[in-house]
Structure formats: C-alpha cells, structure tokens
C-alpha cells in the first residue's frame, strides 16, 4: 500500500522567547493507505494542533508534511483549502450539521463547494445508504438522534471520496451506546479501505484502530501493544 501522509520532523511554535510553546515538538509520521491510527492525549498534549497540521487547517513552524505526494506544509491557504475540499474528509465532535437542512443536503454540501459535479444528490444518497440511514435521507438535524447525526457527518465525509478520514473526538457527544455504534462504522469505512485518523483522549475510543500513538508534551510515540 502507498503512503498517504509522512510528517518529518515537524514543529509548531506559539509565542516567543520564554512565553514560546512548542505544541507539536519534532513529530515524524508516516500513515499508509487503508491505515487506522489513533492519536491520543490528554487536554494539551499537542493533539489538537498536530489535528490541524494533519488537515491541512494550519501549515508547520519548521519540518515538511507530505499529503498524497504533495508538500503542503508550502501550500498557499487557497492549495491548502483545495486539498482540504478535495481529499480530506472531516468529522466533528459537535457534528457540524446545518439544522435547516436535511441530512442528504448537509452531505451533498461538500460537492457544492467542489463544483462542477452533477450527481450530488444520487452521490448524497449512496453515503447515507453506507452509513444506515437510507431512511433518514430526508429528516433534518433536529429529526435525528446525535448517533444518527454523527452518521450523517460520516456520510458527508465519506461523499467526496477523500484520501484520509480525520475523525475528531466523533463520540465526544454520545452516549455509550451511540459511541459503539459510531466507532463500528468507522471500523467498517476502515475496512472498506479508507485510511482513517482518529484524535481522542479516551484509550477506550483509541483501542479501536489498528496503531495507537500518543501525544505528550508536543511529542508523539507509537504504544507498544502488551
């Protein structure tokens, strides 16, 4: 399998002098197609900001970061927002979705950010079915139960037919039940060959991917299984 992303040696500073934090600190990566990796942490361990760096949401202070062949760490905001639309599917903790909509015209909103593609409801859709909510198509937000809501926000970021699925604390607002449920979707998107990146804090939603690396203190380390 080819490499979807590699981080070498890359830094994210805030401030200067003796007020500079050093958020992601000397982070090398490197995440294969049709992976499944975890990074936990606790609340200021650099896992938010090593998130932003992976989506392409903020650039690195120092180091390169290769997603799908392309140095984007020199990106313009304009590359980076294209690669963003294009090849990187995001979910949320807090869902993210648009209450007047229903759930295929949350979903179909990526494409029309895309442009120029002219099947987004069939495409809307065929995400939902893969998600178990072919019958839900029509429902809005405040129609859905919050698992059935994080399943939208899986489908639409399953409809672009990204490279990578970032995955943000996506069980942060679910009960334990809805959590199940949720992480055994993404295991089935895993499985059907998506790579996939999950940032949490909980090892119990972590134990779900196949690696598990853990953020401390801006630096990152694989978990040695026991």
């Not at 936990?40 to 970061?65: A, E, N, Q």
């Amino acid at each position: 399998m080819g490499e979807v992303l590699r981080l070498d040696s890359v830094t994210k500073f805030y401030g200067a002098g003796d007020a500079q934090v050093r958020a992601v600190d000397g982070v090398s990566l490197s995440i294969a197609a049709g992976d499944f990796v975890a990074v936990m942490g606790p609340s200021g361990s650099g896992k938010s900001t090593l998130m932003h760096i992976l989506g392409c949401l903020d650039v690195p202070t120092t180091g390169r970061y290769w997603f799908a062949g392309q140095d984007v760490s020199r990106m313009s905001e304009r590359e980076l927002a294209q690669v963003r639309n294009k090849r990187i599917g995001f979910v949320f903790q807090q869902f993210q979705l648009l209450a007047s909509m229903t759930a295929w015209r949350n979903v179909e909103l990526p494409l029309l950010y895309r442009g120029g593609v002219r099947d987004r409801r069939e495409l809307a859709m065929r995400a939902l079915a893969q998600v178990g909510l072919a019958n839900r198509v029509d429902h809005k937000p405040t129609e859905l139960s919050g698992g059935q809501q994080q399943r939208v926000a899986i489908a639409r970021a399953l409809v672009t037919d990204p490279d990578l699925i970032l995955a943000d604390e996506p069980t942060g607002n679910l009960d334990s039940g809805s959590s199940r449920e949720v992480l055994a979707l993404l295991r089935e998107v895993n499985q059907s060959g998506r790579t996939i990146v999950l940032i949490t804090h909980d090892p119990n939603v972590a134990a779900v991917a196949r690696r598990v690396l853990e953020m401390s203190d801006g630096r990152l380390r694989e978990r040695v299984a026991a």
